[in-house]
């Protein structure tokens, strides 16, 4: 088991609406980026955070955003969601100088009716 | 960008025999290129990762192998146990600027006792 915690486990939102999804980086971790993992398939970059700041983002509309705080743990929002944003989204976490050496979280199921 | 693809998408084998699991990536610029477990309901783990500066790495009875020249790296677990029932994941990175990990869609491995 990693030290990187996720919360909730579980979440049911319905079209349209926004959810926050929160993340605690490993212990010694200053990097936390998101994942969106469909049924079935890899997960798919959201985007990354380091020093508070977004540090890449993958192929994911504005209505995607993250935040990072001084402890190092971030939370990511969707707003106006869509029924295919149903997935689960994983946190990974990693250190300065191993940024790609990632370590991912349980993640938190999203279903949106 | 990067794209990943990965072999077979299912392998089943008999508890002792050896699994092979192998993957192929586009951008030359990768370096850096980890194997994760996932089994259900669970995040990613990451159990083995190589970097482009060696050839094979081995850790117990897991071990990955690098070509950089024709751009595929495999996953070879010996010995196989039931527990090693899961979905594989192999990614590819390049490691500066924002470490974003591509992923391949996954192996799903059932060893039968």
């Known amino acids: 088991e990693t030290g990187v915690t996720q919360s909730p486990t579980h979440l049911i939102k319905t079209r349209g609406q926004q959810v926050t999804l929160r993340c605690s980086s490993q212990s010694g971790h200053n990097t936390v980026s998101w994942y969106q993992q469909a049924l079935g398939q890899g997960p798919q970059f959201i985007f990354q955070y380091y020093r508070e700041e977004e540090n890449g983002r993958g192929n994911f509309p504005p209505r995607f955003s993250g935040l990072q705080f001084p402890n190092y743990s971030s939370e990511l929002n969707v707003n106006a969601l869509e029924l295919d944003d149903s997935a689960l989204y994983l946190c990974?976490?990693?250190?300065?100088?191993?940024?790609?050496?990632?370590?991912f979280g349980p993640g938190t199921r999203l279903t949106v009716t | 960008g990067e794209n990943v693809e990965q072999h077979p998408s299912t392998l089943s084998v008999q508890e002792g025999d050896s699994a092979v699991i192998k993957c192929t990536y586009s951008d030359s610029a990768s370096n850096y290129f980890p194997w994760y477990k996932q089994e259900l309901g669970k995040g990613p783990q990451l159990i083995i990762d190589i970097r482009s500066n060696v050839g094979e790495k081995k850790d117990q009875r897991i071990a990955v192998t690098l070509n950089k020249t024709a751009k595929h790296f495999s996953l070879h677990i010996t010995e196989t146990q039931p527990e090693d029932s899961a979905v594989y994941f192999c990614?590819?990175?390049?490691?500066?600027?924002?470490?974003?990990?591509?992923f391949g869609k996954g192996t799903m491995l059932l060893v039968s006792p």
């Open positions: 990974a976490s990693s250190r300065q100088g191993a940024r790609n050496e990632q370590y």
């Open positions: 990614a590819a990175s390049k490691g500066s600027g924002y470490s974003t990990l591509t």
